[in-house]
């Protein structure tokens, strides 16, 4: 079974710094897409950034783009978004997820199969 738990989130002030992390398991292959989502409350999930593998291609939302970095891990499992100069609005629940077409970049929710428990990220002011 396929599992993905995230972790590194935590409260910071605004233009500090945060490393996530995400561990991946019940994987045989080496080259799938994960991406990141943030949900803040009583608003939409949305997309931050993904990387495949295979060539390590990557895509950023335009929110996150300058400021946040998602990058491969040492082992295939393993893949990281450091985040920059943080703001309050980026405040929200970050989750890890993968899914089983590995053929794009995908930006939307649904394309999303598995998905991590979530890590907090508090930016205040």
């Known amino acids: 079974e396929v599992q993905l738990v995230e972790s590194g989130g935590g409260l910071v002030q605004a233009g500090g710094s945060l490393k996530l992390s995400c561990a991946a398991s019940?994987?045989?292959?080496?080259?799938?897409?994960i991406g990141w989502f943030r949900q803040a409350p009583g608003k939409e999930r949305e997309f931050v950034a993904a990387i495949a593998r295979k060539n390590e291609q990557t895509y950023y939302a335009d929110s996150v783009k300058g400021r946040f970095t998602i990058s491969k891990g040492n082992t295939v499992n393993t893949m990281y978004l450091q985040m920059n100069n943080l703001k309050p609005e980026d405040t929200a629940v970050y989750y890890c997820?993968?899914?089983?077409?590995?053929?794009?970049?995908?930006?939307?929710?649904?394309?999303?199969?598995?998905w991590g428990q979530g890590t907090q990220v508090t930016v205040s002011s």
């Open positions: 019940g994987f045989i292959f080496n080259d799938y897409v």
């Open positions: 997820a993968v899914p089983k077409d590995w053929s794009s970049l995908y930006t939307a929710e649904y394309e999303y199969d598995y």
